[in-house]
């Protein structure tokens, strides 16, 4: 019997139709159909657009049809390749909604930068995944739209906020979609969900289109069963953009992963603060056979100090509110959203807002908010800005002495569904390990090394230094060479 | 270090927040509870180091000032809740 489509990789889905073993028309069906049987319980998607998705695949298999007929095979990478994008970035005509009731109605008039480069290379978006509102959650839990279930199991989170990719993908819906870290809404949900996702290096794939949540922290990455095919789409989403005078105007690396990987003499630093007490032990446990692995393949494994660690949770939880507290004026019931009619513009704000913003995000703008005020700014901002250095300082002086970071992407797997709703701060401790990544602008690669005992997925984080994006690949690449974890397929109970 | 109702308040009404009183009574407990757990940098002695506000590195992000194509006014309209005379609506700015 042959491989149904949905569970095929990339490179298979592509291979078969260039020699016309299927259409497109067949693949995006299969996902649609897959959506249609598995969302109800999953709830991946806030937005889907299945005949606009079905004509863009007819369209690509009129171009698959004639490059046969005429041997003419020069065809975009991605022709008719089936994608979701989380919520949170835009595509032109479609709803973009950032988990939020005050963007319920707003059509984006224009698609992300690294959107656009996907469309072009014939990628067809068949969705819109759930994100916690404005990207503010590690559980998918605070979307206006209802949480996303886990696909291993759906009374836990599928982690956040890029929970309804992370999901989306794990559950062969799509076999990749798009998600934002902004302090490890990639890598957490990944993790999560036992599926493989990059973060890259700040300034590496433009924001353009990426709602701003905390604009020196935001990345926009993917979401992919294998590393193989996280690098073959990162390329074509990366490289500088005018619109972003934040992308650094670097070469992208070719990356070319098709043969076995050597690793022989990379360093690999395990940071000590990462392995602490507190931790699952059998995310510890997994994490260190992994890293087991890498060394069994050459790699030199040494233990490192990130001294500055522990701070990085608090800096964090005062940067990121205090830009989007900034970044979020802009929902104010004037150019789109909902308006609360009032007699005056303030009040209209006031009201607007109060109504529009869900508990997560109100409370992230308090903080930010107070963060900033006057009396306080040096305080606390001030004071995180000057910590946040020394974060940095921690990873450039670990970058002498090693190649590549290994280490937990969470403390745990997936928890319950309302396990952390009432208490914020112990959600915000699940980001514990992911934060310092982008405090530092440095890339996070996130992939499935193991099961714990109730058989939840357990991912390894790899960080690097900046624009080193194709080191993390190549030394997941021999991981994956040599295991099967990454090929595990939830039954969706 | 617990907000008082009134600091809460005064929070909500720069960031422009029409809050409820069940919210307001949360917020004074819960963004006491994360400002508590961020007082920890306060022991650490940063003089002389600077403050970082992007992790990249210098560059020139400058650029000809010259006009490009915009997207069109009614499409950007579209999105909006009220419009007239090609512009977007808003009520009073002054009483």
Known sequence: ?493 | MKLTLEEVEHIADLARLCLTDEEKEQYCYQLSAILEYATRLQTLDTSGIPPTSSVLPEHAALREDVSGQSLPVDVILSNAPSIEKNQFRIPPVFE
């Open chain 1, 1 to 493: 019997m042959t491989k149904p489509l949905i569970f095929m990789t990339i490179n298979e889905m592509i291979a078969g139709m260039r020699s016309g073993s299927f259409s497109s028309r067949e693949l995006v069906a299969a996902c649609l159909d897959r959506i249609q049987d598995a969302d109800p319980r999953l709830h991946a998607f806030i937005t889907l657009a299945p005949e606009q998705a079905l004509e863009q695949a007819d369209n690509a298999d009129a171009i698959y049809a004639k490059a046969r007929k005429t041997g003419q095979m020069e065809i975009p990478a991605l022709l008719g390749l089936p994608i979701a994008v989380k919520d949170l970035i835009t595509v032109a005509g479609m709803r973009c909604t950032c988990g939020s009731k005050i963007l319920d109605n707003f059509i984006s008039p224009f698609s992300a930068t690294a959107v656009q480069h996907l469309l072009d290379a014939g990628a067809i978006v068949v969705g819109k995944t759930n994100t916690d509102e404005f990207a503010m959650g590690s559980s998918t839990e605070t979307s206006a739209y209802g949480p996303t279930f886990n696909p291993w199991d759906v009374s836990r989170v599928p982690g956040g906020s890029s929970g309804g990719s992370a999901a989306a993908v794990a559950a062969r819906m799509v076999p990749a979609a798009l998600g934002s870290d902004t302090g490890g809404s990639i890598r957490q949900p990944a993790s999560f969900c036992g599926v493989t996702g990059i973060k890259p290096t700040y300034g590496r794939v433009s924001r353009y289109g990426l709602v701003a949540y905390g604009s020196s922290l935001d990345t926009m990455g993917v979401f992919t069963h294998t590393v193989e095919e996280a690098a073959f789409l990162f390329e074509i989403m990366a490289g500088y953009d005018p619109r972003d005078a934040t992308t650094m105007n670097v070469p992208v690396p070719q990356i070319n992963l098709t043969s076995d990987q050597d690793i022989k003499g990379l360093r690999i630093g395990v940071p000590k603060e990462y392995f602490i007490e507190g931790i699952q032990a059998e995310v510890g446990q997994r994490v260190k056979e992994a890293i087991e692995v890498l060394h069994s393949l050459g790699a030199e494994v040494v233990e490192i100090s990130l001294p500055h660690t522990e701070y990085a949770l608090p800096v964090y939880y005062l940067i990121a509110p205090a830009e989007a507290s900034a970044n979020l004026a802009r929902y104010d019931g004037v150019r789109f959203g909902p308006r609360e009619e009032e007699d005056q513009l303030i009040k209209m704000y006031r009201s607007s807002r109060g109504e529009g913003f869900g508990p997560e995000v109100k409370r992230r703008i308090m903080l930010g908010t107070y963060a900033l005020s006057a009396g306080y700014y040096d305080a606390y901002y001030g004071q995180a800005q000057k910590v946040r250095t020394l974060i940095k300082r921690d990873f450039e002086e670990a970058f002498e002495k090693v190649d590549v970071i290994a280490c937990p992407v969470a403390p745990s797997t997936a928890f319950k569904q309302g396990e952390h709703t009432g208490d914020p701060l112990a959600m915000y401790l699940e980001d514990v390990f992911t934060l310092p990544a982008n405090l530092a602008g440095v890339p996070g690669l996130a992939f499935p090394v193991g099961f714990d005992n109730a058989h939840m997925p357990v991912g390894i984080q790899l960080m690097g230094s900046h624009f080193k994006e194709d080191i993390l690949f190549k030394a997941a690449s021999a991981y994956q060479h040599v295991t099967g974890w990454h090929k595990e397929i939830p039954s969706i109970s």
